[in-house]
Nanobody, 117 residues
């Protein structure tokens, strides 16, 4: 069973920066795809960014392209979301999600990000 724990959320000013972390246990060896989703109040959960084993170019939603970067550190068993130049519309609960090689999906508990001056 895979366990995901997000951290790094908080309040950030527009134009600032914030890095979210998702610790994967027991390891990332069984994980093929790691994703960051977000859900704003009253809206559906949406995919923000994704990184897949064997695929060099990660996926970024058009709304965050050029501002957010997803990365994966298999040694540390962690996936990150670097958020640069966030906007108020990026305010949401951010969730880490993984897909294993046997097609099982896991979710973290979420971390709140609020972009406000």
């Amino acid at each position: 069973h895979v366990r995901l724990v997000e951290s790094g959320g908080g309040v950030v000013q527009p134009g600032g920066s914030l890095r979210l972390s998702c610790a994967v246990s027991p390891s990332t060896s069984s994980i093929v795809t790691m994703n960051w989703y977000r859900q704003a109040p009253g809206q559906e959960r949406e995919l923000v960014a994704s990184v897949t084993t064997g695929v060099n170019i990660p996926y970024n939603d058009h709304s965050v392209k050029g501002r957010f970067t997803i990365s994966r550190d298999n040694v540390k068993g962690t996936v990150y979301l670097q958020m640069n130049s966030p906007k108020p519309e990026d305010t949401a609960v951010y969730y880490c999600n993984t897909q294993s090689y046997d097609n099982l999906y896991y979710w973290g508990q979420g971390t709140q990000v609020t972009v406000s001056s």
